[in-house]
């Protein structure tokens, strides 16, 4: 199941060139490529002739020629040459995809064109924010996970797991035991576990250089339709920050993950980090990176386990714990959508 009327993640901006990439998404076959001047274009990774994909042809100044008879298309999916004849009949085109760059990702709008709302792009302007170092995630490279998209929702929503498949980096003691809380929006869930007089996470304690045992720590997710995450985390000493207040006070770090569909089993992540702690350091900035590819690493080990089950035992019961209540919230939103879709789409 996919939503398509969202914006999803095509590409990290620096994975587009001139070179034509070919990508996967929504079970679509799409074509990336930059013109000379450096705009991002993105279209239907097919000659309309005889369906061999564009990617395997060569870009030819703003367009791109199929590798098979010639045909050569502009950057709006246009036919403008056809090699041999001087007509080109009507409909000679292919599918090109409404586009925009933010904050350092390609985004593509999968659905109807006529339904493009630039309101559903996640609000990520940490990103920008020059008083916070940001690092963008795997090299600027999508990161391939062998898992439904949803599972990714999931994961970020039940951060209890963290203590138990994260606990050398981001678990600690005593925050297991504190309650969640849920808010439900039009277009999205958040939750929120706060976790008074308990340890730091030992990775970010580290690299902030922060040694006492005895904080206050947040962990709150925002997950937007149709998969983007942003994780707001941190800690300070304890009594030094509210439950409800200013988190900017203590070491704070913001996760922004997003999980772009391939097919129904398998996925791409896109991920960055805005920090407040050694703000510009790069040698923190290195280090950063590679223990959170790790995390990841874990977190997708979960999560491709959790799909070779799903595909062998579909039909397996399952239970329910009091820590779902954003998972559920937020599977609820997506098939509300999904049935939205499939109505007008009928």
């Given amino acids: 199941m996919f939503l398509r009327n969202f914006w999803y993640v095509a590409a990290y901006g620096s994975e587009l060139g001139h070179a034509p990439l070919a990508r996967s998404l929504l079970g679509e076959p799409v074509l990336l490529y930059r013109t000379e001047t450096g705009a991002a274009v993105a279209l239907e990774d097919r000659c309309c002739h005889r369906n061999l994909p564009l ?16 045909l050569k298309f502009d950057a709006r999916g246009m036919c403008v040459e056809i090699p041999g004849q001087k007509e080109i009949p009507p409909g000679t085109r292919v599918k090109s995809y409404p586009l925009v760059e933010r904050f350092n990702f390609v985004w593509l709008w999968m659905g109807d064109s006529a339904q493009r709302d630039d309101r559903l792009l996640p609000r990520w302007q940490c990103i920008d924010d020059p008083t916070l170092t940001t690092t963008m995630g795997n090299g600027g490279q999508a990161l391939p996970m062998k898992c439904h998209w949803e599972l990714n929702n999931d994961n970020l929503l039940d951060l209890m797991h963290v203590v138990y498949v994260h606990s050398d980096t981001l678990g600690g003691a005593g925050i297991e035991s504190n309650p969640v809380t849920t808010e439900r929006f039009p277009t999205g869930v958040r939750m929120l576990r706060w976790s008074p007089h308990a340890e730091p996470p030992p ?16 962990q709150a997710t925002v997950c937007e339709l149709p998969s983007h995450c942003t994780i707001d985390a941190g800690f300070a000493a304890a009594g030094t920050v509210a439950r409800d207040g200013n988190w900017d006070g203590g070491v704070r770090l913001r996760a922004l993950i997003t999980a772009t569909p391939e097919t129904e089993t398998s996925s791409f992540m896109f991920y960055a980090q805005s920090r407040n702690f050694a703000v510009g350091n790069d040698d923190v900035s290195q280090r950063f990176i590679k223990n959170i590819r790790a995390i990841f690493d874990q977190d997708i080990r979960v999560m491709e386990g959790q799909q070779r089950i799903n595909s062998a035992l579909p039909n397996a019961p399952r239970i329910e714990i009091r820590g779902d209540t954003p998972v559920i919230a937020m599977h609820r939103l997506v098939e509300q959508f999904a049935t939205r879709e499939r109505a007008g789409a009928e």
Avoid at 55 to 70: A, L, N, P, V
């Fill in 55 to 70: 990617s395997m042809g060569t870009r030819e100044g703003d367009g791109i020629r199929c590798g098979y008879h010639g």
């Fill in 203 to 218: 990775l970010l304690a580290q690299l902030a250089g922060f040694a006492s045992k005895d904080t206050d720590r947040w």
